[in-house]
């Protein structure tokens, strides 16, 4: 739905209901604009690298404003505005506004929740941190601040001994990485975020990396690969295969216990502890050999 406001510098207004004429100075439509924040979180990336698109449904009152609009950044500016035709603040009133990213055009917007069907794997999905209501015309942008809705995971690796270890890949089994999104606005300020995972978690692997690593650091932490996104759940295992003098090893399968939560990244440091091959001997005492006879006579 396209909202252009055709206004003049100066507006006349009549009111039928009364015989004055009130003259109102609009200075010419506003377009809206946006400036995306990313919810900043101890465990959760705060970049809005990637993010190209925006999504956004309007309310004005109980009426539908504009619906599953995309919004892009504007070259050179930090503000976000309606990709193809834009979009105008009304004369009047206040405006309720849902905002999602990546822009997907099958988008689900009702007045109080959003609905993506199949986000990709390793995409990231953002939503508003809250339904933004009553919001009145903003010349800088509406700031609106997004969260994360899938989770992060990243690793580490370290060991006590350089180059000793070389580490070949990192294999997460049994993980969800796509499937339906819901946002559910029914208390504003507190979204709640539903997943319908597509994929058989009994059969998804997620390879963190594929390339042979030496630890060539000892003691200092690096990291392994690029961070995985996923969806939010149980915490599954973390296979890794490693190699000790470049001779390979056998896989180690760890459990992971944690409970993966939306917007927050976590990071499985691997210590790799080299055990040096040390021999501490002894030599057992003379014993006594028999002779015969004995004594032996020398004649």
């Known amino acids: ?118 986000v990709p794997a390793e995409t990231d999905f953002l939503y508003g941190a809250k339904h933004y209501k009553g919001i009145s015309k903003e010349t800088d942008g509406v700031p609106v601040t997004l969260k994360h809705a899938k989770s992060q995971i990243a690793v580490t690796v370290q060991s006590n001994i350089a180059d000793l270890y070389t580490v070949s890949k990192i294999t997460l089994t049994n993980v969800e990485t ?53 969806l939010p759940g149980k915490a599954t295992t973390l296979v890794i295969a490693y190699k000790m003098n470049q001779i390979k090893c056998p896989d180690i399968t760890l459990t992971l216990k944690e409970t993966w939560e939306a917007g927050k990244k976590y990071t499985y440091n691997l210590q790799f502890v080299g055990n040096e091959i040390l021999f501490n001997p002894s030599v057992d005492d003379w014993t006594a050999g028999t002779t015969t006879p004995d004594p032996l006579p020398v004649q």
């Open 1 to 118: 739905m396209k909202k252009f406001l055709l206004l003049t510098t100066a507006a006349i207004v009549a009111l039928a209901s009364c015989s004055k004429t009130e003259v109102q100075d609009l200075n010419g439509p506003q377009e809206i604009g946006f400036k995306a924040i990313p919810y900043a979180m101890t465990k959760a990336t705060t970049a809005l690298d990637g993010i190209t698109s925006m999504g956004v449904r309007a309310d004005l009152g109980t009426t539908l404003y504009f619906d599953n609009t995309e919004f892009a950044k504007k070259v050179n500016s930090k503000l976000w505005a309606a990709k193809n035709d834009p979009q105008y603040w009304p004369n009047s009133g206040k405006l309720d506004f849902l905002v999602y990213a990546p822009y997907s055009a099958s988008a689900t917007t009702k007045t109080t929740s959003i609905e993506v069907a199949t």
């Open 178 to 230: 796509t499937g339906n999104v819901k946002i559910d606005y029914t208390v504003p300020d507190a979204p709640v975020v539903t997943w319908d995972a597509k994929a058989d978690p009994a059969a998804a692997a997620v390879e963190i990396n594929t390339v042979d690593q030496t630890i060539s650091q000892a003691k200092a932490p690096a990291a392994y690969g690029n961070p995985v996104m996923v």
